[in-house]
Structures are given as C-alpha cells and as structure tokens.
C-alpha cells in the first residue's frame, strides 16, 4: 500500500516543528511531511508548490527524505476564476491546458505517474450562464490534448459537485465516465474523493466499483465528512461503514494505486493526523482479510441488511 498526503497540511501546528518566524518553504513542508511513519509518496500541486524552491531542490529534498513522488495535482489560482478548460477567453483557456501540460512535464521529471486535474471553476451560478455544449465540448478537446501528449503518463481527473461554483461542469461518478469514454484515450482515468463522492450523496463503494469495471480507476482521495461541505476531517470518522465497504471494494479490485489523505488538521499535529489515518485505513484493510474476501461476498449475495447491520456490528467487536 503506497500512502501521500496534504503538503499543506504541514504548514498547521507549525511551532510543533519550526523556527517561530520561519517562511516556510515547500523544502520545509516536504522536511516534516517525511516525519510520517507509514507515509511513501509525495504529491504536489503545480504551479503552487513549485513557487518557493525550484525542481531540482524538490527533488533533493524527497530524495534525501526516502520518499518517492506519486504525482502532481493542477492548483488553478484566481486568473481562472470564470473557468479553466471552459473559459471563454481563448487565451485564458490556452493558459489552462499549458499550465496542465507543464504540470505532466514536473510530474515526469519528478518521476510521478499521475497528473491530477481537478478543475475548480469550470460550472456555473447562474441559469443561462453557460453554454453547456460548447462547456463539454472544450473540456473533452482539452484532455484530449494534453493526455495525447503525453502517452505514458496517467492523466486523472478529479470530480467534485460544488464549491467554488454552485454546479461543476462535471461533478459525479457518472459524468466523469461519460467524460472519459469521449477523450477515449487509455491514459485518462477517475480519481474518487470522499468527501466529493459524499456532497453528491454518492455511496462512494459504488463509484469504486463503477470506475473500477470501465478500469479507469486512478486515485483515491480519502478523508471524512457530514456530506454537505468539504470537510476533509479523518477516515473513518463519520461514515466509518461506508469506509470499510469502499476498502472492500478497493481489495476486491486489486487497487495498488495512491492512497491520499485529503483532509484539512487545522487544530490537530498534522503529523500525528495523517499518521492516524494510515493506522485506520490499514486496520480496516486488516479487518477485511480477517473475514475473508468470500465470506462479504456471500454476505452481499443475501441481500439481507439485517445481516449487514449484524455484520457492522460484529466488526466492531471483532
Ligand atoms: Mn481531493
């Protein structure tokens, strides 16, 4: 199991580990990230991280720390805020799928797999604010582009239903898939987030399962949430049942892809965060194999949510 997490979230708590005063740098922050038992990747966001040291003192730095980088996700900053993909300034648009291709580019030299774009603006407020179409049309041309470019690197596109727009342009397990048929190309897949799949009211199991049989799942995003807001609090937390049904299907898939903790410890050690959610989602993997493989799926065979509910509780007294 390879596990990453929030670079950011290194920068909470930050007497805990630096100087008072520090500025601290993306060097800083991958330092103590690295002081993560359990923790093998790093994941970076581009151009964000990318602003305070250059490539090569990153690459040093993740060296030294024995972490590998798993991949790089697009940070799009305010120039984008009326769209990314789907802006109609064609020079803004152009900025986008450069600015995606420059991200591959780092993900490569950094000796990444997967460049994650999750397009914060690309939806819509209003009635009548955008042309649909035409917003599909670009979105498709535009990872069409980039992944053609770029073969050997898997190009993973991130859902999410709201925030910052009221509506994204493609905001569930279902569209992301009709999006990824039409680029129709092999190096393009789904990451799943938690907290996303939860503020779409999505059983976030089934959207494994779904990206899974088209085979292009690519990422998980793992956190917890009270399903309205992106609350990125730890795994397990709130809908610790429903986490256990997506590690099941996580297993039953064969899934050796990134395990990211996508979440937000503000009033927590972020270290000792991420390192409780490595303990959980190994634990829960553990508690699976205890049961076997064979006995859940007999178990979902019955139909029986009597069953099920014995089943829960049967694990927490295991
Ligand atoms: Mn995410």
């Given at each position: 199991m390879i596990f990453s997490?929030?670079?950011?979230?290194?920068?909470?708590?930050?007497?805990?580990?630096?100087?008072?005063?520090?500025?601290?740098?993306?060097?800083?922050?991958?330092?103590?990230?690295?002081?993560?038992?359990?923790?093998?990747?790093?994941e970076?966001?581009?151009?964000?991280?990318?602003?305070?040291?250059?490539?090569?003192?990153?690459?040093?730095?993740?060296?030294?720390?024995?972490?590998?980088?798993s991949?790089?996700?697009?940070?799009?900053?305010?120039?984008?805020?009326?769209?990314?993909?789907?802006?109609?300034?064609?020079?803004?648009?152009?900025?986008?799928?450069?600015?995606?291709?420059?991200?591959?580019?780092?993900?490569?030299?950094?000796?990444?797999?997967t460049?994650t774009?999750?397009?914060?603006?690309?939806?819509?407020?209003?009635?009548?604010?955008?042309?649909?179409?035409?917003?599909?049309?670009?979105?498709?041309?535009?990872?069409?582009?980039?992944?053609?470019?770029?073969?050997?690197?898997?190009?993973s596109?991130e859902?999410?239903?709201?925030?910052?727009?009221?509506?994204?342009?493609?905001?569930?397990?279902?569209?992301?898939?009709?999006?990824?048929?039409?680029?129709?190309?092999?190096?393009?897949?789904i990451t799943l987030d938690f907290?996303h799949m939860?503020?779409?009211?999505?059983?976030p199991?089934?959207s494994v399962?779904?990206a899974?049989?088209?085979?292009?799942l690519m990422g998980f995003h793992l956190n917890?949430?009270?399903?309205?807001?992106?609350?990125?609090?730890?795994l397990?937390?709130?809908?610790?049942?429903?986490t256990?049904?997506f590690i099941?299907y996580a297993?039953?898939?064969?899934y050796t892809g990134l395990i990211y903790f996508d979440?937000?410890?503000?009033?927590?050690?972020?270290?000792?965060?991420?390192?409780?959610n490595?303990?959980?989602y190994?634990?829960?993997?553990?508690?699976?194999?205890?049961?076997?493989?064979?006995?859940?799926?007999?178990?979902?065979?019955?139909?029986?949510?009597?069953?099920?509910?014995?089943?829960?509780?049967?694990?927490?007294?295991?």
């Amino acid at each position: 199991m390879i596990f990453s997490t929030r670079l950011n979230s290194f920068k909470a708590q930050k007497e805990l580990f630096f100087p008072r005063d520090k500025q601290l740098t993306t060097v800083d922050l991958i330092k103590r990230m690295a002081t993560v038992s359990g923790l093998t990747h790093v994941e970076l966001n581009y151009p964000e991280h990318f602003k305070t040291n250059t490539l090569d003192e990153i690459k040093d730095v993740i060296s030294q720390s024995g972490l590998q980088v798993s991949g790089i996700a697009l940070r799009f900053d305010d120039t984008y805020l009326n769209g990314e993909f789907t802006n109609s300034n064609e020079e803004i648009r152009r900025k986008a799928i450069n600015t995606t291709k420059e991200a591959v580019e780092a993900c490569q030299q950094l000796g990444g797999k997967t460049t994650t774009i999750w397009l914060a603006n690309d939806g819509f407020d209003y009635s009548f604010q955008l042309d649909y179409e035409e917003a599909w049309n670009q979105t498709v041309s535009a990872l069409k582009e980039v992944a053609s470019e770029y073969p050997e690197t898997d190009i993973s596109f991130e859902y999410k239903p709201y925030e910052p727009r009221s509506f994204s342009l493609v905001g569930d397990i279902g569209l992301s898939l009709l999006l990824v048929e039409e680029v129709g190309l092999p190096n393009v897949g789904i990451t799943l987030d938690f907290c996303h799949m939860l503020m779409k009211k999505e059983n976030p199991a089934y959207s494994v399962a779904l990206a899974a049989r088209k085979n292009r799942l690519m990422g998980f995003h793992l956190n917890d949430g009270y399903k309205d807001a992106d609350d990125g609090i730890m795994l397990g937390s709130v809908h610790l049942m429903q986490t256990l049904e997506f590690i099941y299907y996580a297993k039953k898939y064969n899934y050796t892809g990134l395990i990211y903790f996508d979440t937000f410890p503000l009033r927590e050690d972020p270290v000792a965060e991420c390192e409780q959610n490595i303990k959980v989602y190994k634990a829960l993997d553990t508690l699976i194999s205890k049961i076997g493989m064979e006995t859940i799926e007999q178990l979902i065979k019955e139909k029986n949510g009597v069953k099920v509910q014995q089943f829960l509780l049967n694990s927490f007294l295991a």
